[in-house]
């Protein structure tokens, strides 16, 4: 039973949701202005969970056929048979079931957009198959899930959660633009798109590049229209440099460090997003 979670654990990369649940929790605390009540809170972090693994489990089921193709992944829990093909469409089948639960415990309208979030899930592993901007599919993921806090917490979009929204979207698309260098030949051989098979390392660099600009400009933005005080503004300057750091490690020579740049660098951005968020809205009013 222990390596059989152990192999689901892996399937999913369930440490990858430190990309996403800090972000949610960030936009918690932009929206409702500090902690809402514990059984939101809950539901709001089981849907995010249950809706990570989802995806994750459709892009692995979806993606079986290249991934067994792929050098890079031949040892992965889908590939080697640690975890069948039909246990991966039933982990996804029952997380989706389990964001949908979630959404009707916090209110009727987040009940009836959750649809809206499992179809994303399911569009972004099949996008590879015909359109080169894939990593803006996934960019709509993660676009929704400040979105959807804010409907779950006030059954209305505000528009800081869009402008949130906005810069997480061009930060998971960025980072998948550079993460998606280590398979441009396989995509090209195989048939698969993305942006840096289509336009090549150098100028799939450059699109990552913009797109993380982007993403401090909706930053910005997200602290214009949630009201938030300079410790927000300081806390971005810091995670400028993050970013700067991620792209100094990519090189178009040098692709050795995608690993450190995909994982840890957006690992610390992450958490450090939501220390900056939490910090100014606890001390921030104070000052």
């Known amino acids: 039973m222990i390596n059989k ?3 689901y654990a892996e399937l ?3 440490e990858h949701t430190i990309f996403a649940l800090p972000f949610a929790i960030s936009a918690v605390f932009i929206v409702e202005k500090g902690l809402p009540s514990l059984d939101k809170l809950f539901w709001i972090l089981v849907a995010v969970i249950a809706g990570r693994t989802a995806g994750m489990a459709f892009n692995r089921f979806f993606d079986l056929p290249f991934d067994k193709l792929n050098p890079r992944s031949k040892n992965w829990a889908s590939v080697s048979g640690k975890v069948k093909s039909l246990e991966i469409f039933l982990l996804a ?6 964001l949908v639960f979630s959404a009707y415990q916090l209110n009727q309208l987040a ?5 809206v979030a499992i179809l994303l899930l399911i569009l972004y592993p099949l996008g590879k198959r015909f359109t080169n901007y894939v990593h803006l599919m996934l960019g709509a993921v993660y676009f929704i899930i400040p979105i959807a806090v804010s409907v779950a917490l006030k059954g209305t979009v505000e528009l800081s959660s869009v402008f949130l929204g906005l810069g997480m979207a061009f930060w998971v698309s960025g980072f998948d633009i550079l993460y998606a260098l280590q398979d441009i030949e396989f995509d090209r051989k195989i048939g698969l798109h993305s942006i840096p098979a289509k336009y090549g390392i150098k100028k799939a660099i450059f699109f990552a590049r913009f797109f993380h600009f982007l993403t401090l400009i909706f930053l910005v933005l ?4 949630a009201g938030l005080s300079y410790i927000y503004y300081i806390g971005l300057a810091f995670l400028t440099g993050f970013l700067v750091y991620e792209h100094l490690l990519i090189k ?3 692709l050795s460090k995608i690993n450190k740049a995909f994982f840890t660098i957006n690992g610390f951005i992450s958490i450090l997003f939501m220390v900056i968020v939490i910090l100014d809205i606890y001390i921030g009013g104070l000052l």
């Open 222 to 225: 997200t602290g214009v229209y």
């Open 5 to 7: 979670l152990k192999a």
């Open 111 to 115: 009940f009836y957009l959750s649809p």
């Open 12 to 14: 999913i990369k369930f």
């Open 252 to 254: 178009e020579n040098d």
């Open 93 to 98: 089948i029952f997380s989706s079931i389990v």
